[in-house]
């Protein structure tokens, strides 16, 4: 398995199986940040290149070995907008609605000591609202239209009239609402401090920052579905 410097991280992210639990590992940003090159991705976080590739080469064929690759270049739309919709979007209602009351009991117990726990608290609370407006707008806008668009391109119906103008609309609001919520879990990263536990913390505190970095993990592998897959390759249906 070829990997080069430069390679974008989006194509990496696509092609080679396993790249993006490998890049959460190393803090490379591959939904929002897909289209640096992985020397220009090294380079902004202090990686050595040769490090990551022969990682990246490792991860790929250890997955390929183990049947773990899905490639969804090659698969319908529409299967891949029910994955991301009974995988992700369904995680991610779940999460949010069980971390918020945690992060609110743990912040009521832990206020005091930790006084990054309030912010912590209002900066989860503006990606709940975001995450949960977003993903209703593509379950009952975007995701419709292409539907119907791929089946028009099958020849199984008629195009669809877009109520938007073209995809490319709805398209750039979505990405630009996920650059919002990447700077939000980049946030709480930060003020967290990596989700590193404190040392006077209980199970509760503990689960929460767990909860939160599964929910970063997640929402990060949902929008490089979006971003890098789905979306050019709506453009380009519809075109």
């Known amino acids: 398995m070829a990997i080069s410097a430069t390679q974008t991280v989006r194509d990496l992210a696509i092609e080679v199986p396993g790249a993006t639990r490998l890049f959460e590992t190393f803090g490379i ?17 202090g990686i050595e290149v040769d490090e990551l590739v022969r990682a990246l080469e490792q991860t790929g064929s250890r997955a390929i070995a183990e049947n773990e690759a899905h490639d969804w270049r090659n698969e319908r739309l529409t299967a891949l907008i029910s994955y991301i919709v009974y995988r ?21 117990v832990y ?5 990054e726990l309030a ?9 709940k ?11 009952h806008m975007l995701f419709p239209y292409i539907n119907h668009l791929e089946l028009a391109a099958e020849g199984a119906g008629p195009k669809p009239i877009a109520p938007f103008g073209t995809v490319q609309n709805p398209v750039r609001m979505m990405m630009s609402e996920h650059d919002n919520a990447g700077e939000l879990l980049q946030r709480l990263r930060q003020l967290s401090r990596g989700f590193a536990v404190p040392s006077d913390a209980c199970i509760s505190y503990r689960s929460l920052y767990q909860a939160l970095e599964g929910l970063e993990r ?3 592998q949902h929008m490089h579905l979006e971003n890098n897959l789905l979306f050019p ?7």
């Open 88 to 108: 992700h979007h369904e995680f991610d209602r779940e999460e949010l609605d069980r971390i918020e009351p945690l992060l609110e009991k743990v912040r009521w």
């Open 218 to 220: 997640d929402v990060h």
């Open 129 to 139: 609202r975001d995450l949960l407006e977003h993903m209703s707008k593509e379950e």
């Open 233 to 239: 390759r709506a453009i380009e249906l519809e075109g």
């Open 111 to 115: 206020g005091d000591q930790h006084s």
């Open 29 to 45: 940003d591959y939904c929002c940040g897909g289209a640096k090159t992985l020397g220009e991705a090294c380079a902004a976080t």
């Open 119 to 127: 912010e912590i608290q209002q900066v989860f609370g503006s990606l």
